[in-house]
């Protein structure tokens, strides 16, 4: 069965460094979400990419974050410099055109900043 | 401003009780609205959502527009329900998901 994959699944850094974290979503799926959940909260989403567009970008603090999606398959999200207060656990998850409200998500990337 | 409170962050019963999780939203328009799960050790997936109107594993819920609530219940728990619960929403039309801080049930034997 098709899932979406995220790694590292476990990064931990000092603080100013710079991490990155990668998914591969769902093949064939058009929208790819990167949410970041800290821990006690619910899911709040960072970015969201149709194809290799950006739909929605408005909680993404861009003077430290960054997401790509460059070929519209795959993307990356970095962080630089990393903050003692971006510790989450950051989701990857995709989903089919037309089929909305159903995201597929990943295992999780847990940043640890230190 | 668009929001969704779950009012409980843990839920406790024993088997074969009724349950019951809780969840209001707040937003202009007519959202749509889901319930995602999270087992132990596995990624979150989405149990139902309204629009469906179905039972899933058991489990129901009914929007209720005036009381903007979308509580999630189940006659008789089991203990393989033992999970964190989110409650989400979306505007019509946009798959931009807004999701609660969670209820994590537990069932005990």
């Known amino acids: 069965e098709a899932e979406v994959a995220q790694s590292p699944r476990y990064k931990i850094t000092e603080k100013s460094q710079a991490v990155a974290f990668w998914c591969d979503p769902i093949?064939?799926?058009?929208?790819l979400y990167w949410y970041r959940q800290i821990l006690g909260q619910g899911p709040e989403l960072l970015v969201q990419?149709?194809?290799?567009?950006?739909?929605?970008d408005s909680q993404l603090p861009k003077d430290r974050f960054s997401a790509e999606r460059l070929k519209g398959v795959d993307s990356t999200l970095k962080i630089q410099p990393a903050e003692l207060g971006d510790s989450a656990m950051y989701l990857c998850?995709?989903?089919?055109?037309?089929?909305?409200?159903?995201?597929?998500f990943g295992e999780g990337s847990r940043l640890t900043v230190l | 401003a668009q929001r969704v409170t779950q009012p409980e962050k843990l839920l406790s019963v024993f088997k074969g009780a009724p349950v019951e999780l809780k969840c209001n939203y707040s937003y202009s328009g007519s959202p749509e609205l889901f319930w995602y799960v999270q087992y132990s050790r596995q990624r979150l997936q989405l149990l139902l959502r309204?629009?469906s109107r179905e039972s899933i594993k058991g489990f129901t819920a009914d929007l209720n527009k005036g009381e903007t609530s979308f509580h999630l219940k189940k006659p008789f728990a089991q203990e393989e329900d033992s999970a964190m619960y989110y409650c989400a929403l979306s505007g019509i039309g946009t798959d931009k998901l807004i999701f609660g801080t969670g209820t994590r049930l537990q069932v005990f034997p």
């Open positions: 990419f149709q194809d290799e567009s950006v739909v929605d």
């Open positions: 309204h629009i």
């Open positions: 998850a995709s989903n089919n055109q037309g089929n909305t409200g159903e995201l597929f």
């Open positions: 093949s064939g799926h058009a929208t």
